[in-house]
Each structure stands twice: as structure tokens, then as C-alpha cells.
């Protein structure tokens, strides 16, 4: 390789570390083992740079490399991880009165969202899902995330977090709420165009 793609290459990872970093703050609620985990991961990156084979997007490498760092701090630091209460605005759930009847039924039939498949190749709708999952509360969106992203099952982020899986469910559930009505406002309720 030579060094001014190499330079290149080490100026994008660079630019990326922010991204990186506020994930895994997200994830692991301590300064120094996000650090820890977005250092090993720079650092894993740099030092095998031919490992990203431009299959995929830099910042998708990345966060892939990422992922085994975060299971690893967990992993390694147990039950230290610590999971904060939130105010009492973060736990009141808005969608709670607004998206069912008294009798459990939906208020108002969901938007149609025309074709999830062919809309899941956008990069412009990961974009908007990556927004809407930063809006998410950060407990619900830790969880989400360690669910969904991470791939951690219930019963590992449950021994993990010391929840129990009602608790959890509950909190996925209003995170998936929360989801599906961002992405009906700023995705799939948009003008489509031709």
C-alpha cells in the first residue's frame, strides 16, 4: 500500500473515532472503556488495514470490529456495567396513551409503509433508522442496540443489566414504538418520489 493511500486511510478512521465513541458510550455507560474499546478498535483497524477489503462502507468495518470490543468489555467488566435510572421524563412512555384504545387495540391503523425490502437497500433509510435510534432514550436505545445490533440475547442482557425479562420486554417493546413511529413520520409517511 502506498502512503498516501495510507495516510488516507488512517485520516478516514480518524474521522470516524466520534461516531465510534458515542456508540460505544452508549452501550458500555463508562468514559474509560468506551475509550478503551474505540482505542482497540482504531488500533485493530491501523494495524491490518488490508482486513477492510472495501466490501463494505469504512464506517460499517468499523463498527463490525467495534461490536466484538463492546462484547468483550462487557464480557470482561461483568456487572459493573451500570444502567442509569433515568428522569422520570425519560421513562414515561409518550406513545403509552396516544397508539392504544382502553381495550389494547391500536388507536389508528398504522401508515402503510410501502416496500420495506426494496427500501432496506437505501442508504438514505439507515440513515434516518440511525437517527431515530439516537432519539430513542438512552436506556431504551442501550437496550435496542444490545439486542438488535449486538445480537446479545435476552437472557445475557438480562444477567448482564440484572433485568428482569418482563422489564425487558417492556422497554423493547416502547423502544420499537418509538422506532416505528420516527420512521413512519420521517421515512414512510414522505412524499414519495418518481
Known amino acids: 500500500m502506498s502512503q498516501p493511500a495510507t495516510a488516507s486511510f488512517e485520516q478516514q478512521v480518524a474521522d470516524l473515532r466520534v461516531y465510534l465513541l458515542k456508540f460505544a458510550r452508549l452501550q458500555l455507560r463508562n468514559e474509560a472503556w468506551a475509550e478503551d474499546a474505540v482505542s482497540e478498535t482504531v488500533l485493530a483497524a491501523l494495524s491490518k488495514p488490508q482486513g477492510f477489503q472495501q466490501r463494505s462502507q469504512l464506517k460499517t468495518w468499523l463498527v463490525g470490529i467495534l461490536k466484538h470490543k463492546i ?34 387495540h391500536h388507536a389508528e391503523k398504522p401508515a402503510d409503509w410501502g416496500n420495506p425490502e426494496q427500501d432496506l437497500h437505501s442508504r438514505q433509510f ?48 416502547r423502544a420499537r414504538l418509538r422506532l416505528r413511529e420516527c420512521l413512519e413520520l420521517n421515512w414512510f409517511a414522505r412524499p414519495k418520489t418518481p
Not at 461483568?78 to 381495550?103: I, K, T, Y
Open 126 to 173: 439507515f440513515e434516518v433508522l440511525e437517527a431515530c435510534t439516537d432519539r430513542l432514550p438512552a436506556v431504551q436505545g442501550r437496550l435496542f442496540l444490545m439486542r438488535e445490533w449486538l445480537e446479545l440475547s435476552s437472557e445475557d442482557i438480562c444477567k448482564e443489566l440484572s433485568l428482569t425479562p418482563t422489564n425487558l420486554y417492556v422497554q423493547l417493546h
Open 71 to 104: 462484547i468483550d468489555a462487557l464480557r470482561h467488566h461483568g456487572r459493573e456495567v451500570c444502567v442509569s435510572n433515568g428522569s422520570p421524563d425519560e421513562q414515561a412512555d409518550p406513545l403509552d396513551d396516544m397508539a392504544f384504545r382502553a381495550n389494547g
